[in-house]
């Protein structure tokens, strides 16, 4: 069983940053092998895959967040991160990380996530 928990959301003007963090702890044979997602789901929505970074560090991202967002991982912590700049109101949601399938959905059991609330 693996545990996720995300943390840095919060609510922040339009143009604001933040920084989400996730660590990944449980039965976890090896957390770099894993491709890693941040996953968002905003109110009546599904949740779709924003962003990813492979074991080898290649990262890819959804049209929507490019240049915006950029996802990192620290292999000796089993984190992954997500820096959010220049936010907008439509990145409004809530946001989980995952080990990501070649299908984009996630492997893992899903984390409680953390909110993002851009609004002025």
């Known amino acids: 069983q693996v545990q996720l928990v995300e943390s840095g959301g919060g609510l922040v003007q339009p143009g604001g940053s933040l920084r989400l963090s996730c660590v990944a702890s449980?039965?976890?044979?090896?957390?770099?092998?894993?491709?890693m997602g941040w996953y968002r789901q905003a109110p009546g929505k599904q949740r779709d895959l924003v962003a990813h970074i492979t074991s080898g560090g290649i990262t890819n991202y959804a049209d929507s967040v490019k240049e915006r967002f950029t996802i990192s991982r620290d292999n000796a912590k089993n984190v992954v991160y997500l820096q959010i700049n220049s936010l907008k109101p439509e990145d409004t949601a809530v946001y989980y990380c995952n080990a990501a399938a070649f299908s984009g959905s996630g492997l893992w059991t899903w984390g409680q996530g953390t909110q993002v609330t851009v609004s002025s």
């Open positions: 449980g039965s976890i044979f090896s957390f770099k092998i894993y491709t």
